[in-house]
Structure formats: C-alpha cells, structure tokens
C-alpha cells in the first residue's frame, strides 16, 4: 500500500447557521462600505481543519494516511480522537505556546457560506518539512490549505525530492501570490477546485484547461450540485453527485472528495469509478454537521456505491 501524506490545517470548526439567505442581505452597491451582523440559530465546535479532515475520511475508507501539520496544546483530545478513527499522527507537530487554529463558518439556507479562519499553531507549518517528520520518503502527498509559505515551501520539497502530489490551493488563493500558485500548478501531478476557485487561479494566474491538460496532468474540477469533472489522460469524466435527500452542512465536503479522490488514485481505479467515490464521500459529509461526524466501514461504503453506481466490480478488492 502506498504511504500518502496529508498536509494541511487541523482544526476546530466553529460551524453556525443562519436561517435566511445571504444574497437578500448584501446590498451590491454599498459593498466598498460593508457593514452587517447575522443572527444565527446554533453554533457548535467541531474536530476540523483541511488536512485533518482529508484524513479522516481516507481512513474511513481503510487506509492509514498519515498527517502532517502543527496543532496547539489543545490538541491531545483531537490526537486521540484522529488516531482512534485510524489516522497516522506522528508527524503532526505541537506547538505548547498557543492555540489550534480555529475555523468559523456561517452557513445560510441556501449552503452558501461565509467564513474566517485564524491561523493559531498553522503559522508554525511554515518551520518544518516532509523530511523531518516523516522518516520515509512518501509515495504520494497532498497539498491542501495550510500556512501560506508552509504551502510553496511543501512545493518546493516534492519538486527537489521527486515526490508527486496533488496540488488543492483553495481557500488560500487570495493569499498566494501568482508566482506561487503557478509553482504549484505546474509541478503537481493532479490539481483539485472548485468552479469558483478555479476562476480565481485561472484568472490570477493565466492559465486554461488546455495548459494543465496538454502536460498530463490531473485536473479535478467540482461543480457544486452539479457533481464534479475529471480531465485525465486526454479524456473527460463527467461526475455526478451522489443522490442524497439528506443535505445537511456543506462543510468539509471538499475535503471528503479529496479522499476519495487520493483512495482511487492509490488504487489505479479507473478515473470513472474514483469520481464516483469520491462524490459519495462528499454525500456522506454533506449529510452531517461537522466535518468529521460521519461514519462508515469499507464494506458499508461499496454497498452503498452499488445503489446508485456501478463500480464494474472495481470495489471487491475491499472484500480482501
């Protein structure tokens, strides 16, 4: 089995809802003097952050990933917590003088969110490297959203390392430079958005489906309510969302398409049925509140992928 690192944030998340539609509330010619508070309903903290929560869900579905990040002196609960659901902590740095980085998002009834995040012990990324806390070279990495300079500094490592990774910029590319992001993009092996991200880095950094799929690379795209699209060795992959009448919190959603995304990858499945995964990971964050509060063995996941999809047999290989 190949060893997969996940880099990236570990927090708690502070998720609130907001019985009401933002875009009723944003006045489009007053926004250079924006100035508004929402009422919401509840709050609660959750186990979160980018990275925890991709390996959350790759050892869901049975792997051991293994996390990198740093994490404040409130992490022992959440260590325990992340190594109990099957998750590789040794490589996740405490740092005793301040707090895990915290995540608050507000979400309307349409799932459309507004959040802020503050960075606490993730400013400390930025001081350690693969080869420091992880005592083997990787097989594969992922790059998500961390301490900005930790981000192109974790580039550069697998470029001078030949380590191949999946570049997921996301919430950081207002944060990172051109220059940076474009590093990113034209290094990785596979590089996952969303619509609305990928305007941002196509238009910061100039480039075009074609300068990312002409040069063999992976290119994730998701569309929301309309699934998700694959473009993989010259070929186009449609993905639909996984039919789900139980939309509950959008949070982490992203994340848990990532790990299905890297769990087929790790695999050699075809790039269909990794789609395919990948979107029902995505059902099953979606249906809970939090990030981390969903829960299925292997064998419960491939029963419920044969209810909407077919996997052509690809999946009995969990049956091992």
């Given at each position: ?313 690809v999946l009995d290989m969990f049956r091992l």
């Amino acid at each position: 089995m190949q060893e997969i690192v996940v880099t990236g944030s570990i927090a708690y998340d502070y998720l609130m809802r907001f019985p009401g539609k933002f875009r009723e509330q944003l006045l489009l010619d007053k926004l250079d003097t924006i100035s508004i508070s929402f009422l919401v309903d509840d709050m609660a903290r959750h186990w979160g952050g980018s990275g925890a929560n991709v390996a959350y869900n790759l050892a869901m579905l049975g792997y051991r990933p293994r996390l990198m990040g740093t994490a404040g002196r409130d992490f022992s609960d959440y260590r325990d917590w992340l190594e109990k659901n099957g998750v590789d902590t040794s490589a996740v740095v405490v740092i005793d003088q301040v707090f895990t980085a915290s995540f608050f998002a507000n979400t309307d009834e349409e799932n459309n969110q507004i959040a802020s995040f503050y960075g606490g012990a993730m400013s400390y990324a930025r001081k350690y490297t693969l080869a420091q806390t992880v005592p083997t070279k990787p097989d594969y990495v992922i790059i998500s959203p961390n301490d900005p300079v930790a981000m192109a500094q974790l580039v550069e490592e697998c470029v001078q390392r030949n380590i191949p990774f999946m570049y997921d910029p996301s919430q950081q590319i207002p944060r990172l430079d051109a220059d940076t992001l474009r590093r990113g993009v034209e290094n990785c092996h596979a590089l996952a958005v969303n619509e609305y991200e990928w305007s941002m880095l196509s238009r910061k950094v100039g480039i075009s489906e074609a300068d990312i799929t002409n040069k063999g690379k992976v290119l994730v795209r998701t569309l929301g309510k309309n699934g998700a699209e694959i473009f993989a060795a010259g070929q186009h992959y449609p993905i639909p969302v996984y039919p789900t009448d139980q939309i509950v919190d959008p949070t982490g959603v992203g994340d848990a398409f990532r790990a299905g995304l890297l769990c087929g990858m790790a695999f050699d499945w075809p790039w269909d049925v990794t789609g395919r995964a990948a979107s029902l990971c995505a059902a099953y964050a979606l249906e809970q509140v939090g990030t981390q509060n969903h829960r299925f063995t292997p064998q419960e996941f491939v029963n419920r992928y044969r209810v909407a999809f077919d996997d052509r047999g690809v999946l009995d290989m969990f049956r091992l």
